[in-house]
């Protein structure tokens, strides 16, 4: 069956967000814009190749999106980043269900991110130069937020993934905030992790300094791992988390996550240090029992309402 040469028109729905002024409404909120990562092109989040795969199969555009919100699909994937030769035996393990299993393993095949190999499946065209999932959670997490603030296609929602500023630059940052959205009701900062190794002392600190120093409505430290909550490791970042003043919330649904509020004195880059006395602190960490798009709805439902509560008290 003969296959289309291209699948998802990525560079021209980049170039129509770009309609959002996301530029114009960071200088107009005291930030001046250094760079961002492309949209829909960044060479480092995995992208879906095909709409119609060389095996007939027909994919949505939006199929990988779904599908990476996931637990046992981004497990997958991050063990196709990492390893050169994944066995059945590992998929097994990995992903115990058979049919899901199937599911998953057609739509790697299909879109090149894995291929058959001697001794099980190797790493596709699609995975070259990505060693892990880090961008693509980040490129995830702010589409996710350009769809639940436009389901009904009112406004463009002005959210961008790997951003610097200026001014942070000039203070030391050398890194970017992974997402920052301007939303209506205030402007929103997200770090994304990958693994529970990456949220040491020294990175929640960090955050801390990220978090003042943007001076944000609202902050999230949202940690994706396929560790279960009874682990040593998930259990060691919670007493971080609860050790910087971090307090467990529950909603009706069952999410959880944690919020601290209260002024904050963080230390960053040159040692110096930053007050920052308004705003609101978030952390998730997003585990092998947890929804991610749920636990992301519930946070925002709270910020929104907290934002909304702080902006006219009399709603």
């Not at 095949?109 to 699609?126: H, M, V, W």
């Not at 996710?144 to 630059?169: A, E, K």
């Not at 999410?255 to 240090?273: D, F, M, N, V």
Request: charged residues 25%.
């Amino acid at each position: 069956m003969e296959r289309r040469v291209y699948s998802v028109p990525a560079a021209l729905r980049e170039r129509y967000v770009k309609l959002d002024a996301f530029e114009e409404k960071l200088k107009y909120r005291s930030w001046t814009l250094a760079d961002h990562r492309p949209i829909y092109t960044d060479p480092q989040v995995i992208r879906q190749r095909w709409l119609m795969a060389a095996s007939g199969a027909i994919y949505t555009d939006r199929a990988f999106y779904y599908l990476f919100k996931e637990y046992a699909f981004r497990v997958l994937l991050r063990k196709s980043c990492r390893d050169e030769i994944l066995t059945e035996e590992t998929l097994s393990i990995l992903c115990p269900d058979q049919e899901q299993r199937l599911r998953y393993r057609n739509f790697l095949y299909d879109q090149e991110i894995l291929l058959p190999a001697r001794k099980g499946y190797r790493r596709g065209p699609t995975l070259a130069g990505i060693q892990d999932i880090g961008h693509t959670l980040e490129w995830w997490v702010a589409e996710w937020l350009r769809r639940y603030h436009n389901r009904f296609d009112l406004f463009l929602t002005p959210v961008r993934h790997g951003v610097s500023v200026v001014d942070m630059t000039l203070a030391g940052d050398t890194g970017d905030l992974d997402i920052v959205a301007l939303l209506p009701y205030g402007t929103i900062m997200i770090e994304c992790k990958s693994s529970l190794l990456q949220a040491d002392p020294a990175t929640l600190e960090f955050f801390l300094w990220r978090a003042a120093s943007f001076k944000a409505d609202a902050a999230l430290l949202l940690i994706d791992t396929y560790q279960s909550e009874t682990a040593k490791e998930f259990r060691a970042v919670v007493k971080r988390l609860q050790h910087l003043s971090f307090l467990p919330q529950e909603t009706e649904h069952g999410e959880h996550y944690w919020l601290r509020a209260g002024p904050i004195h963080a230390r960053g880059p040159g040692q110096q240090t930053i007050y920052w006395h308004t705003g609101m602190l978030y952390a998730v960490l997003v585990g092998r029992n947890d929804n991610l798009e749920q636990t992301l709805a519930a946070i925002m439902s709270n910020i929104q309402s907290r934002q909304r509560w702080v902006t006219n008290p009399q709603q």
